[in-house]
C-alpha cells in the first residue's frame, strides 16, 4: 500500500497479527503526518488483511529521503529503498505529469516535481521487485494512486525495466484516484 512508508512496516504486521489495535497501528505508521488521507479511504482493506491473515506492505519510501531527493536529484542520492540505478521516465510519462502539476494550487518546480514521481515510482517498484523475489509463488496486488500506474508507465514501467521476467496487470476498477496493480513473475 502506497498509503504506509516502508520505515514502518513492522507496525503493519503486528497489526494484521492482531498484537496492535488499528488506532495504534495508524499512530505508529504516522499515517495521518505521512499520509494525511482519511484513513476511511482504506480502512476497509485493511481490516480485510487483518481478518484474512493477508499480509499488508508499505511501499512508500520515507519523507526524510524524498528532502534529500529535493535537494540533490534522485540520480545522486543513494538509499536502501531506491534500486541502485534510477530508472527515468519516458517522455509520454512525464507530459502526462506536467499536466497533472498545471492541478496544484501553489507554484511548484517542473524538475523537483518530476524528480519525486521518479523516486516514488523508483522506490514502489524497487520494494515490489524484493518482495516477488522473496515470494515468487505469491500474488501480489498494488494499491496506489493513479499516476503511479497511468497508462503502464510509472511503477510498472520501472519494474519491468528493474525485472522483464514480471507479468503485470493494471486493473482500473473506477474511475477515481484507486487503481490496482497485480504482479506475478510466472
Known amino acids: 500500500m502506497e498509503m504506509f512508508q516502508q520505515p514502518f512496516q513492522e507496525y ?30 482504506y480502512r476497509d ?10 499480509k499488508l506492505i508499505a511501499l512508500n519510501i520515507p519523507s526524510e529521503l ?9 540520480e545522486r542520492v543513494r538509499s536502501v529503498y531506491l534500486p ?5 521516465p519516458p517522455k509520454e ?14 507554484r511548484v518546480n517542473k524538475k523537483r516535481f ?9 522506490g514502489m517498484a524497487y520494494k515490489i521487485l524484493k518482495l516477488l523475489l522473496l515470494y515468487p509463488n505469491h500474488r501480489i496486488v498494488v494499491i496506489v494512486g493513479k499516476g503511479h500506474i497511468y497508462k ?24 477515481d484516484e484507486r487503481f490496482f496493480l497485480l504482479l506475478k513473475i510466472n
Not at 84 to 88: A, D, L, T
Not at 93 to 106: A, G, I, P, R
Not at 152 to 175: H, N
Open 12 to 41: 503493519l504486521d503486528k497489526y494484521t497479527e492482531g498484537e496492535i489495535s488499528e488506532n495504534e497501528m495508524i499512530k505508529k505508521t504516522e499515517y495521518k503526518k505521512r499520509w494525511g488521507f482519511d484513513e476511511k479511504l
Open 45 to 54: 482493506i485493511w481490516r480485510f488483511a487483518q481478518r484474512y491473515g493477508i
Open 66 to 74: 524524498l528532502k534529500e531527493i529535493r535537494k540533490k536529484g534522485p
Open 84 to 88: 541502485p540505478k534510477i530508472v527515468y
Open 93 to 106: 510519462y512525464k507530459d502526462f505529469l506536467l499536466e497533472n502539476l498545471k492541478k496544484h494550487s501553489k
Open 114 to 122: 518530476i524528480d519525486i514521481q521518479t523516486a516514488w515510482d523508483n
Open 152 to 175: 503502464g508507465y510509472g511503477i510498472p514501467y520501472v519494474l519491468k525495466k528493474l525485472f522483464p521476467k514480471v507479468k503485470q496487470a493494471v486493473m482500473y476498477p473506477v474511475e
